[in-house]
Structure formats: structure tokens, C-alpha cells
């Protein structure tokens, strides 16, 4: 029985090494998923200021054609100047050509700090376009790296598998059936050595009839507290 108990506690480190490669096999894609979005994040940034661009060209555009149109209307009231008869029609006009005028000047300022921002603008896009680029390519190094990590757990993994399968055929069915069941119960931890007087696992002090029956190792026996199968192993002297 000492020697079923003690491969349950290979099989119990085995499965250790089980659910170290579970986690790791979740993390590795979850890793892969946070580069990735790193990358997309970019990518938005950079498609929001081409859009803010495109509609930035559209509003110089706009403010041109404005401008044009109010260039016009000056041309037009100053040569209407010497159509006019009355004096009343003339300041009228004078008026009409400063208000003109004013937003012909309104028009070119709105239109200089546009062509500054435009400016600014194109520089900052310029920037964003060389963080998509580092970012894809610092994506692809990562790419490689976690690729090349998910293979060797595939690997690694398989092995353990075939040693966990060799400990299982060794054991006796009824014990390894309680194991897994305690595997399960207690979290990966379900053999756990007998420490003096208390249980390795719990922590909490034993029955000494209990304690004696452990160290004879003729049966399985369990925490009395947290129903741990327990075992022992004799401290070597250095």
C-alpha cells in the first residue's frame, strides 16, 4: 500500500504539471489576442484622422468656394457703384461692400488656420502610420514567439499525458478512482504527507491512532478534517 500511495503522489505531481499546461494553454491565445488588439487600436487610430482628414479637405474646399463666391460679391457691388443715382443707394452700397469685404476676410483667416491644421494634421497621421508599422511588425515578433511557445506545450503536454497513462496502469483501480474524484474535490491537491501530528494538506492536528495507522501504511487512509489521503514519509537525516 506504501508504494500506492507513494505513486499517487507522482501521478498528484503529474497532474500539477496537467493543470500548469491548461493555464499556460489558455494564456498563450489570450496573449496572442492582446497583441493583436494592440495592433487594431492602431489601425482605428489611423483610419479615424484620415477620416478627420478627408473631412477637414472637405471644409477647405468648402471655405475656398466661399471665398471665391465673396471675392465675387466685392467685384460686383464696386462695379454697381457707378450705376447708382441717389446718394442713399451709394452708402448703401459702400455698406454692402464692407460687410463683403469683412467676410472676405473672416473667410481668408478660417482659411489660413485651416491649411495650419491641415498641417498639423498630416504630421500627426504621419506618426500614427509609423506606430501601425512598429506595431505590426512587434506584433509578428510576438506572433512567432507565443506560436512557438503553444507548440512546445503541445509537445510538453503529450508527455506528460503518456506519463500520467504509465502511472495510471500501476495503480489500483479502486485508489485511483478515490484520487480523481479527490483531485477534483480538492483542487489538484488530494495526497498530501503526514506532518508530525498534523495533515499536510489541512494543517490541522490528527488523532494519534490515526497518525500511527498512516505510518504503518498498510491502507488508505484520509484527513479526518479535510479527507485528504494521507502518507508518510520518514525525514532523512543529512
Known sequence: ???????????????????????????????????????????????????????????????????????????????RLVKLKTN??????????????????????????????????????????????????????????ITSAMTALSESAHTIETEWQEFATLADKNILDQYKRLITLKKGVAVVPLNGTTCGGCHFSLPPQLIAEVKVGEKVLTCTYCNRMLYFAPKVEG
Open 1 to 79: 500500500m506504501k508504494d500506492q500511495m507513494l505513486l499517487l503522489v507522482k501521478m498528484q505531481s503529474v497532474d500539477l504539471k496537467r493543470s500548469q499546461h491548461q493555464i499556460e494553454g489558455k494564456s498563450l491565445p489570450e496573449k496572442l489576442q492582446a497583441a493583436q488588439l494592440v495592433v487594431q487600436k492602431k489601425k482605428d487610430a489611423y483610419a479615424q484622422l484620415q477620416q478627420k482628414s478627408t473631412e477637414r479637405d472637405k471644409g477647405k474646399r468648402e471655405k475656398e468656394l466661399d471665398l471665391k463666391v465673396q471675392e465675387e460679391q466685392v467685384v460686383k457691388l464696386r462695379e
Open 88 to 145: 442713399d443707394e451709394y452708402k448703401a452700397n459702400l455698406k454692402e461692400i464692407e460687410a463683403a469685404k469683412s467676410r472676405k476676410g473672416e473667410l481668408e483667416e478660417a482659411l489660413l488656420v485651416s491649411m495650419e491644421e491641415a498641417d498639423l494634421l498630416k504630421n500627426e497621421i504621419a506618426t500614427c502610420a509609423q506606430e501601425v508599422t512598429d506595431a505590426e511588425a512587434a506584433f509578428l515578433v510576438e506572433k512567432e514567439k
